[in-house]
């Protein structure tokens, strides 16, 4: 077999969102092939991570290893049971994807948390699911995946040792976690002069508007501080992410150092397919920085004016154009990925069909009650597979589709900005035409167009934020009513019978764990609706404030370089205390760990289950210090 056609093969298992994309064989096949061998005695890449690129792909790929996990992770496993092929495929599609995405975060493909957090969590979900394997009885699968895992660092002396590995790996990463830092402190540095360069001309409307003369001209002086900050941050931001995504020896995939039978001609084409993967995700920021920069330069040096004003035209409806963009190439991978999901959903209809005559015919209503009414009443081995995969496509499907609903609107709330900028840009320039307007005119549109600038974007952020918030309580609601189900199917399994067989049991026991995984989402969402409150009145009081201060030192005292720079000073550390203190509320540093088994909250949880309800929120999204601060702390679990 070809390098090529691996390339392509393994292609197709990481598209293939849902274990219902492929057959179990297929799945054993592709683990074989990662197996080391005799000759080798690390374990085989996989070649291509272009996928992991998009968010969508991997927040769906990722979200259904967690539901997977969960799903097993308290059910009772009899040998040679229906299920157990099933549960096999489950788990092994699971861990080949959990072993992909250590590939990917090794070269730095779509990161989601920092480096050291998802690789200690990968590596916590691969180990879990060798047990699961082990007591499904897939011994020989939990072995190859296991045998995996101790190759993962490609170090045999620490391979049994996880937090020596996640410790190195974060060692080697020191110039990535660097550099990371190191273009936030720009962008934030950015951020800061940006409020600037909007505020000031407010500042000198106030100042005109009281006849402040003197303080206007020493304003004025302020000018060209902000433009040579911005051209050179622009510039040197650029320059170094297109040196570090695009230099070869800084960018080099470890696969490809590697693959040493590969010809030179092979060779390239797979250093394209690289290069063409990381371009896809930060081309618009490069040619954002490398557009602006230089543009900035020339305005600043030379174009002075109605010149510079038609640039800064230029400029503003390059934007517009990138977020039109920006939602086309979603709106296009979107379709692709449903299509992928219908042509699957088609062969899988057409399977069943020959078991179920008139399935093909029916609307999604009613196929989804009939496939439930035949995994209920029905053993037939195939087609309970066919069933399965068939629900198992259909509803990432529709998550897949739920994800780009939420996403194109907030890609359509920056189109609308975009375009609403440059119109308020056009009447702060006076719509481009110097000396045809009068003078009072003139300096009324101009005056009236950098306030709208200014109000445009705190209507924009706001507008977001109140997207954002409504889709948080959205989800809280659904949350809640989820989470009620499971207390209500909790409570009616503890009425049943007495005493409890083991199946009611371990039902019971994962309906609990169930209530605290969910109770923990609806304190994130929580948690998320109150980041983005605190995030929007961060840079609106930003934006008020830095230009006052400037404002209120230009009035007061003389403007000299030394004191503009004081005054930047401190407003960078104003804005980088209140960043500090956002970021404390930021969800993802607020991520549940998974829910853990303790037998004695359990039992605690058992003997009273209807405090349940005693908490507008429910029981299980308060924190874990209002819990223990709670009078019912002795009838409460604590929070896992």
């Not at 957090?117 to 296991?146: M, P, V, W």
């Not at 299509?339 to 959903?345: D, G, T, V, Y």
């Not at 304190?523 to 201060?549: C, D, G, K, N």
């Amino acid at each position: 077999m070809t390098e090529i056609n691996i390339n392509q093969r393994q292609t197709a298992l990481l598209s293939g969102l849902t274990p219902g994309h492929h057959s179990l064989e297929n799945l054993q096949e592709h683990l074989a092939f990662l197996m080391p061998t005799d000759t080798d005695a690390v374990p085989k890449s996989f070649d291509n991570l272009v996928l992991f690129k998009t968010d969508t792909y991997r927040s769906d790929s990722l979200n259904y290893v967690d539901v997977i996990l969960a799903k097993y992770n308290d059910a009772v496993f009899e040998a040679r049971c229906a299920e157990a092929a099933r549960i096999e495929k489950d788990l092994l599609w699971s861990a080949l994807q959990l072993y992909a995405r250590l590939q990917a975060i090794h070269h730095d493909v779509g990161l989601i948390l920092e480096p050291k957090t998802e690789y200690a969590d990968c590596l916590t979900k691969l180990n879990r699911c060798t047990e699961l394997l082990e007591k499904n009885q897939s011994h020989h699968i939990a072995k190859g995946i296991n045998q995996l895992l101790l190759y993962a660092a490609a170090n045999a002396e620490i391979k049994d040792c996880w937090e020596q590995f996640v410790a190195r790996f974060v060692d080697l990463r020191q110039w990535e976690s660097f550099f990371s830092w190191f273009i936030n402190q720009i962008d934030r540095r950015n951020e800061t002069r940006l409020f600037w360069v909007w505020g000031r001309p407010n500042v000198e409307l106030i100042l005109g508007w009281f006849g402040q003369q003197e303080a206007q001209s020493r304003l004025a002086d302020t000018k060209t501080i902000p433009g040579q900050i911005s051209w050179s941050l622009y510039l040197f931001r650029g320059s170094l992410f297109f040196l570090k995504y695009m230099h070869k020896r800084m960018n080099e995939p470890k696969w490809l150092q590697a693959m040493e039978s590969l010809s030179a001609e092979e060779r390239a084409k797979y250093r394209a397919q690289y290069i063409k993967a990381y371009w896809d995700v930060y081309k618009y920021r490069i040619l954002n920085d490398y557009v602006w920069g230089p543009i900035n330069l020339v305005c600043f040096k030379w174009w002075t004016g109605w010149a510079g004003d038609f640039a800064t035209c230029f400029l503003l409806c390059m934007d517009i154009y990138l977020s039109d963009l920006t939602y086309t190439e979603g709106d296009i991978q979107y379709k692709a990925i449903q299509e992928k999901h219908a042509q699957r959903l088609a062969a899988l209809s057409d399977d069943i069909e020959a078991h179920r005559p008139g399935f093909v015919a029916l609307g999604i209503e009613e196929a989804l009650k009939t496939l439930n009414e035949e995994l209920e009443h029905h053993q037939n081995p195939l087609l309970r597979q066919l069933i399965l995969d068939w629900m198992d496509v259909y509803h990432v499907k529709q998550q897949h589709h739920e994800h780009w609903v939420k996403k194109s609107q907030f890609l359509q709330y920056d189109r609308l900005y975009t375009k609403a900028l440059l119109g308020a840009f056009f009447i702060c320039v006076s719509l481009l035409i110097p000396g045809m307007l009068p003078a009072s005119l003139s300096v009324f549109l101009s005056s009236g167009g950098t306030i709208l600038c200014m109000a445009l974007t705190i209507v924009y952020r706001t507008a977001r934020v109140g997207l954002k918030t409504t889709h948080s309580q959205k989800e809280i609601s659904t949350l809640r009513g989820l989470e009620q189900d499971y207390f209500n199917q909790f409570l009616t399994l503890k009425s049943a019978q007495h005493p409890l067989d083991d199946a009611t049991k371990s039902t019971m026991k994962r309906l609990y764990l169930d209530l605290i995984t969910v109770g923990g989402q609806i304190t994130l969402e929580h948690a998320s609706i109150q980041y983005e409150r605190l995030e929007l009145a961060r840079t609106t009081f930003l934006r008020v404030f830095v230009p006052t201060l400037i404002g209120v030192t230009s009035v007061c005292l003389p403007a000299t370089l030394p004191l503009y720079m004081m005054v930047l000073a401190v407003s960078a550390v104003l804005a980088y205390g209140l960043d500090v203190l956002v970021r404390q509320y930021k969800p993802e540093d607020l991520q549940p760990s998974s829910a853990s088994w303790d037998e004695h909250k359990y039992r605690r949880f058992y003997q009273a289950p209807i405090v349940f309800g005693r908490h507008p929120d429910g029981l299980f999204a308060r924190s874990h210090t209002q819990v223990q601060q709670s009078d019912s702390v002795a009838l409460l679990p604590a929070l896992s």
